[in-house]
């Protein structure tokens, strides 16, 4: 068995995320350092410096499941498994339902982690293009496991109103498996919380996380949603991997959606200055040619004009003005780019004037 292919973006993320001026190759908030963490969650160090460094529960914390199953209607704490990541959590899931053969649809462009590793297990992966009015039914076709990512990695575009019905619909018809992937559930930016896919039906998994909405990405807390009996052998395969989760993450990880509502609105509040900023100044960004701005999560992915390489563009942007973005090849889409939005402001507002003032000088790309 062959491994899977490398993973396209990391060799960009380990490049540049720490030594560009103005990071939006990102797909989380700018990290925070503990200090500030645990000022925001008006956490002493006290409780910190007696946290035991026990094995964790290998489901996770029943108080983290607690507070978790209250994110989702008609989900138990029985229901939630804890994960080292999304990542394990989706390996998890992806180990149990494919195996050779196995069909599976998926929103392309994508996550790679989302049909890279159902492929390195066997299965036969279908992408369908996500725009802006997607054809859901496709999705249910001929396939026996559905990936649906919402707010959507790279694209940021996530399932409007009209969208659920036919969803749906369709999941009460639909014999296989449908995961939702809702890594960037917490920033919805026109209310609280976004809308699960969790439990619509007996055959819905979510996955869900706290790094890259709230800042922490090192922390590596992530979990599952679903069927508890299904969950129990997940979690006995996880006894083989990582086993537990790090003690001092759990108990952080806690904190931090227990604070939930005091953390969020600051959060949200940055994303939409950056996208007031990134909106002023489209218009100067002559390479651009279409932009679609998300409601939710803090991705999205313009267009550039016809012909340009999206990797040269990229490396111009950064080499001439330290601004670190991604290019569409890294997500099997050439002609793209895609811009995180967690950035701090002043240094997003930065990046921006610099990537104005290039586009328009005489350096600019050609
Ligand atoms: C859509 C999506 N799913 C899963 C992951 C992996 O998450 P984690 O870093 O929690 O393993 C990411 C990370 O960026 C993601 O964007």
């Given at each position: 068995m062959d491994l899977p292919r490398e993973f396209f973006i990391e060799d960009r993320l380990e490049k540049y995320r720490n030594t560009s001026?103005?990071?939006?190759?990102?797909?989380?908030?700018?990290n925070f350092v503990l200090k500030d963490l645990l000022i925001s969650l008006d956490c002493s160090i006290e409780e910190l410096l007696n946290i035991d460094l026990k094995d964790s529960p290998n489901m996770g914390r029943w108080d983290l499941r607690e507070e978790i199953s209250?994110?989702?209607?008609?989900?138990?704490?029985?229901?939630i498994l804890i994960t080292t990541g999304t990542s394990e959590a989706l390996f998890l899931l992806f180990s149990y339902?494919?195996?050779?053969g196995t069909k599976f649809t998926y929103l392309s462009p994508g996550f790679q982690g989302l049909y890279e590793i159902p492929e390195y297990l066997g299965g036969q992966g279908r992408g369908v293009e996500f725009q802006?009015?997607?054809?859901?039914?496709e999705l249910f076709r001929d396939s026996n496991f559905v990936i649906l990512n919402h707010p959507?990695?790279?694209?940021?575009l996530s399932i409007q109103e009209e969208d659920w019905i036919v969803l749906k619909s369709e999941i009460l018809k639909f014999p296989g498996v449908v995961l939702f992937d809702e890594h960037y559930r917490f920033l919805d930016l026109e209310s609280e919380i976004g809308v699960s896919?969790?439990?619509?039906?007996?055959?819905c998994y979510a996955t869900g996380s706290i790094t890259k909405s709230f800042g922490v990405t090192g922390l590596r807390i992530g979990w599952i949603v679903g069927d508890v009996d299904v969950l129990n052998h997940l979690r006995s395969f996880k006894d083989y991997l990582t086993h537990t989760v790090n003690p001092i993450s759990e108990f952080l990880a806690l904190h931090i959606l227990r604070n939930r509502s005091k953390l969020l609105p600051g959060i949200k509040n940055r994303i939409r200055a950056n996208l007031k900023t990134f909106s002023d100044s489209a218009p100067h960004l002559n390479s651009l040619k279409k932009i679609q701005l998300p409601t939710s999560g803090l991705l999205f992915f313009p267009e550039l004009n016809e012909g340009i390489s999206s990797e040269r563009y990229a490396d111009e942007l950064y080499k001439n003005c330290s601004v670190f973005v991604l290019p569409g090849s890294n997500f099997e889409k050439e002609g793209f780019i895609r811009i995180g939005l967690g950035e701090e402001e002043s240094r997003f507002r930065l990046g921006i004037q610099r990537w104005v003032e290039w586009e328009n000088s005489s350096n600019r790309f050609k």
């Open positions: 001026l103005c990071n939006l190759g990102e797909s989380g908030i700018r209250g994110l989702y209607s008609g989900i138990s704490p029985e229901n339902c494919i195996k050779p802006t009015s997607p054809e859901w039914r959507h990695n790279p694209t940021g896919g969790a439990r619509l039906n007996h055959n």
